[in-house]
């Protein structure tokens, strides 16, 4: 039929292919004839974390003896602003905090200084690069940089995005280990906002819930690289939930201070003979605003930031290259073997003893991905990680958490929807069907149900007796040699 065995190209369901065809028919073939007549340069900009606490995963050593690598025990980061040309020639800027438009205006500045000629600059669609501080000092320098835009949802177009920059000496234990540890440090996060919020009012914690509730609502969402992280609405009510609401010393600003507060507090300790200490928590990137409501002249109004928590609720792990699917073998449920009634493990014909319901090689992923899920199978054979069940959320790169949670007093709890849904769903069809509307005061008696018992008729149970007993026997006969 001339099929062949293909690794497929994945696109973004939000993307527009029309889009996409112009950037690359159209507005790409522009830039370059600009670049061209002004005599410029073509770049591509990006940005990138870098923390102090990377292990490499492998290194030379004598036979016999474990290499020591020696590193420091204080914990930083830096970020990086950096722009490649079609050349390969690199331009970068380190700074430690956050990517905000003050940032992208000063990276502008030192690549006009070091350019004699106008430098035709190719980002993506980042907040900051769209910023007002951005399009006024792009105004102010014409002949210096003019950006150009990537269309929405096309990291095709940049094939490193998203892949390490060293990819022997990424750190995939502690990416699969953060990803699993992910929603317990969330956990951690929100018991120690509580205790900074007390403090803050001064307030022991028993005192601060009896006048306030910290209520939120969170998605997850996988950046390019496989790492997950949250994206959170976090609101003082009263004590009763959103109906109330809290003292008027509970302002947006103790908010705003309590949380960077709590999420430096927030850490889980990883002890591993395979991985060595590892100490998780979050990362730099911690980027606190104030919702206002709608119809006032903030930049972030409530309904704002709903679509903006509905885009990311539409996200999976897909988004990020890997799979939509479970890789462990269901029948051995990845153990690469069953057991028989007396304790005999039996090999696992279905996965061939790996316990993997395709081997790894053959996933059609990206070469980062590949690496994060079979960093996951290998962790999780270790008896230390094995209540992480990493091989089992191997597909999801170590995350097992849901993409979207909220505390239950946050707002209408799903189990209300559900009810809400199911009494419009019975009025429409009473409705379709003709039927009487039914009076409230009366109770309708459909059927009357009594519990008879459980388990196999005794015809059946003779049949299923049998069958355990011939697959029993075909079990045995090939642990001890058959074919």
Same mark, same amino acid.
Request: hydrophobic share 40%; net charge positive.
């Given at each position: 039929m001339g099929a062949v065995l293909q690794r497929p190209d994945k696109r973004a369901v $939000?993307?527009?292919? $029309? *889009?996409? @065809?112009?950037?690359? $028919?159209?507005?790409?073939?522009?830039? /370059?004839? =600009?670049? =061209?007549?002004?005599?410029?340069?073509?770049?591509?900009?990006?940005?990138? #974390?870098?923390?102090?606490?990377?292990?490499t995963g492998r290194t030379w050593g004598e036979k016999g003896k474990t290499p020591v690598v020696r590193r420091s025990g204080n914990r930083f980061s830096v970020n990086a602003m950096s722009a490649i040309s079609t050349k390969g020639r690199m331009h970068f800027m380190v700074f430690t905090e956050t990517f905000t438009a003050e940032v992208m205006c000063r990276f502008l500045d030192r690549l006009a200084d070091h350019f004699d000629h106008k430098v035709h600059l190719v980002v993506d669609g980042h907040s900051a690069h769209r910023s007002r501080k951005v399009r006024d000092w792009l105004a102010a320098h014409p002949d210096d940089v003019e950006l150009h835009f990537l269309p929405p949802?096309?990291?095709? %177009?940049?094939?490193? %995005?998203?892949?390490?920059?060293?990819?022997?000496?990424?750190?995939?234990?502690?990416?699969?280990? &953060?990803?699993?540890?992910?929603?317990? %440090?969330?956990? @951690? &996060?929100?018991?120690?906002? /509580? @205790?900074?919020?007390?403090?803050?009012?001064?307030?022991?914690?028993?005192?601060?819930?009896?006048?306030?509730?910290?209520?939120? *609502?969170?998605?997850?969402?996988?950046q390019k690289r496989g790492l997950v992280h949250f994206h959170a609405v976090i609101r003082l009510d009263g004590p009763n939930g959103s109906t109330q609401p809290p003292l008027p010393s509970a302002s947006v600003a103790l908010l705003t201070d309590a949380i960077p507060a709590a999420a430096a507090r927030a850490r889980i300790a990883v002890v591993s003979d395979a991985v060595g200490e590892r100490e998780l928590a979050w990362g730099e990137q911690l980027d606190v605003r104030e919702i206002a409501a709608f119809g006032t002249d903030s930049e972030l109004t409530d309904q704002a930031v709903a679509a903006y928590v509905a885009k990311y609720a539409t996200k999976s792990a897909d988004a990020s290259g890997a799979l939509d699917r479970a890789l462990f073998c269901r029948p051995c449920q990845g153990r690469g073997a069953t057991l028989t009634t007396h304790g005999t493990p039996i090999y696992c014909t279905a996965c061939g003893g790996t316990g993997q319901a395709q081997p790894l090689p053959r996933l059609a992923v990206a070469r980062h991905v590949r690496q994060m899920i079979r960093t996951c199978w290998e962790l999780g054979k270790l008896p230390e &990680?094995?209540?992480? =069940?990493?091989?089992?959320?191997?597909?999801?790169?170590?995350?097992?958490?849901?993409?979207?949670? =909220?505390?239950?007093?946050?707002?209408?709890?799903l189990g209300a929807l559900r009810d809400a849904r199911r009494a419009w769903r019975t009025e429409q069809a009473r409705a379709q069907a003709g039927l009487p509307d039914l009076d409230p005061t009366t109770t309708l008696v459909l059927g009357h149900w009594a519990y008879h018992g459980s388990g196999y008729s005794? #015809?059946?149970?003779l049949l299923a007796a049998g069958v355990w007993h011939r697959r029993e026997l075909e079990r045995q006969f090939i642990a001890e040699g058959g074919c």
């Open positions: $939000e993307q527009d292919p $029309e *889009a996409v @065809r112009r950037w690359r $028919e159209e507005t790409w073939p522009e830039i /370059r004839a =600009k670049a =061209k007549a002004d005599g410029g340069e073509i770049l591509f900009a990006d940005q990138v #974390g870098i923390r102090s606490d990377q292990v949802y096309s990291p095709e %177009l940049d094939a490193l %995005l998203g892949t390490p920059l060293n990819p022997t000496t990424y750190d995939y234990a502690g990416a699969v280990l &953060f990803n699993a540890h992910a929603s317990a %440090l969330w956990a @951690r &996060f929100t018991i120690y906002l /509580r @205790r900074e919020i007390a403090a803050r009012l001064g307030m022991t914690q028993k005192a601060a819930r009896s006048v306030l509730r910290v209520s939120f *609502a969170k998605v997850a969402e996988y &990680f094995a209540h992480l =069940k990493l091989w089992k959320w191997a597909h999801m790169l170590g995350f097992r958490g849901h993409f979207s949670t =909220k505390s239950r007093c946050y707002s209408v709890t005794p #015809g059946a149970g």
